[in-house]
């Protein structure tokens, strides 16, 4: 996809190490969908299995009171499921980050009209815009999905100015289409 409004030679430089924190980060924001969905089927799953046996043996006047306990019971189990969840979530990414030896080197990305260059040590990747599947932007990061399960990850800490992260915007609405952006 060609751009009209920006130059052909706006091109934004980014240098950083990605830090375990963000990673980890990052983890949480991958799986915070899945991780939401499931905590509500848990908490409606729960409250059902009480709800549904009971129905008929209780008063109707005390139903509001068995209700409230059903679904005091169900937060009470889903909760807990939600923090494993997440805890899980930080063990597995921190246990990949300590693992990957490539993650911990120092990056630099070179984002233009075109593509987006990946660097380090001696290796150079590149990406045709074309290759992102979703770009999300949450308050401390960036991240660009390559695949389901593999992004380029962006902690603003990388960007010098305000005026970078608007380019790095601009770019990125520019070159993918409205359904692949998420911010």
Do not use: C
């Not at 709800?51 to 937060?75: G, W």
């Amino acid at each position: 996809m060609k751009r009209e409004s920006l130059p052909e030679n706006d091109t934004l430089v980014l240098r950083g190490t990605l830090t375990e924190k963000e990673f980890v980060k990052y983890g949480y924001y991958h799986f915070k969908k899945l991780h939401m969905i499931l905590f509500y089927f848990l908490l409606f799953f729960t409250f059902l299995v009480f709800a549904v046996p009971t129905t008929k043996a209780v008063e109707a006047d005390l139903y509001i009171y068995f209700y409230l306990l059903y679904a005091i019971i169900s937060l009470v189990v889903s909760l807990p499921a939600l923090l494993l969840g997440k805890f899980a979530v930080k063990v597995k990414a921190s246990s990949e980050y300590k693992s990957d030896q490539l993650i911990k080197n120092e990056m630099t990305y070179t984002f233009n009209a075109n593509e987006i260059q990946q660097k380090f040590d001696r290796s150079i990747g590149y990406y045709d815009w074309n290759q992102i599947q979703a770009a999300y932007e949450s308050k401390d990061m960036f991240r660009l999905y390559v695949s389901r399960a593999k992004a380029i990850i962006l902690p603003k800490r990388f960007f010098s100015s305000e005026v970078e992260i608007q380019l790095l915007k601009s770019l990125i609405k520019e070159n993918l289409s409205k359904e692949k952006v998420k911010f």
